[in-house]
C-alpha cells in the first residue's frame, strides 16, 4: 500500500520567512496530493491540494510542488505570519478506485517566531 | 465548502462503558465516510470506511467488534466505541467527500476527543 514520508517534524521560523515542507510517497498510482493544516483540538482543515497532472499550484503565500518522477511534493509558505503556526500534514490518494483513502505523513509541527 | 460535523466534540466516559460518536455531512449526501483516529503528536491514522447501506471496512489491526459503524443514511455514519478503555483515549476524526463537487477533497469534521478513565 501506499507510504507517505513527511519531513522535518519540527520547523521553527522567524515572522515574514519562508516555510518549506516535503513530503514523499510510494505509490506510482497516487494522482491526487492535498496538504492539511491542524490546529489544536480541532480537525484538519485542507489548504491546498494538486493532482498529479499538474507541477505547481499557488495560492496567495501558499504553494505546493510535485515532482511525479521523483514522487515528491513538497509545500512552500511565504511571508509567514504567526497565525500559520500549527500541525501540517500532506496526503496521498489515488483518484477514481473505489474510497479513494487519503495515507497522510507523520505532520510537521510549524512555529512562527514573532 | 461543504461541511462536516461530529458531536460529541469530547467526551469522558467510565472503562467498561460504551461511547457513540456521530458525524453528520450537513450540505451534501456522503455514500462513504472515513473514521481517523488521532494519538497526541501523531499523524491521523485510517481506522475504517463507512459504507451507506453495507458493512463498513476496516483497516488492518483494527477490532470490527469494538469500533462499531454504522451508516444508516446518506447523511450520518456513527462510530461506538465498546467497552471503552483508557487506552482507546484519543481523538477521533471523520471525513466525507462531497461527490456533487467532484468527490475529491476530504472534508473533515471537528473531532471527538474521547477520555477513558
Known amino acids: 500500500g501506499e507510504n507517505v514520508e513527511q519531513h522535518p517534524s519540527t520547523l521553527s521560523v522567524q515572522e515574514g520567512d519562508s516555510a518549506v515542507i516535503k513530503c514523499t510517497y510510494s505509490d506510482s498510482a497516487s494522482n491526487y496530493f492535498p496538504w492539511y493544516k491542524q490546529e489544536l483540538g480541532k480537525g484538519p482543515q485542507l489548504i491546498i491540494d494538486i493532482r498529479s497532472n499538474v507541477g505547481e499550484k499557488k495560492d496567495q503565500r501558499i504553494a505546493v510542488t510535485l515532482n511525479k518522477t521523483a514522487k515528491h511534493f513538497s509545500l512552500h509558505i511565504t511571508e509567514t505570519q504567526p497565525e500559520d503556526s500549527a500541525v501540517y500534514f500532506c496526503?496521498?490518494?489515488?483518484?477514481?478506485?473505489?474510497?479513494?483513502?487519503?495515507?497522510f505523513g507523520q505532520g510537521t509541527r510549524l512555529t512562527i517566531n514573532p | 465548502g461543504a461541511v462536516v460535523s461530529q458531536h460529541p466534540s469530547w467526551v469522558i466516559c467510565k472503562s467498561g462503558t460504551s461511547v457513540k460518536i456521530e458525524c453528520r455531512s450537513l450540505d451534501f449526501q456522503a455514500t462513504t465516510m472515513f473514521w481517523y483516529r488521532q494519538f497526541p503528536k501523531q499523524s491521523l491514522m485510517l481506522m475504517a470506511t463507512s459504507n451507506e447501506g453495507s458493512k463498513a471496512t476496516y483497516e488492518q489491526g483494527v477490532e470490527k467488534d469494538k469500533f462499531l459503524i454504522n451508516h444508516a443514511s446518506l447523511t450520518l455514519s456513527t462510530l461506538t466505541v465498546t467497552s471503552a478503555h483508557p487506552e482507546d483515549s484519543s481523538f477521533y476524526i471523520c471525513?466525507?467527500?462531497?461527490?456533487?463537487?467532484?468527490?475529491?477533497?476530504?472534508?473533515f469534521g471537528q473531532g471527538t476527543r474521547l477520555t477513558v478513565v
Open positions: 471525513s466525507a467527500r462531497d461527490p456533487g463537487a467532484g468527490g475529491t477533497e476530504a472534508f
Open positions: 496526503a496521498a490518494s489515488r483518484r477514481g478506485q473505489g474510497a479513494q483513502k487519503l495515507v
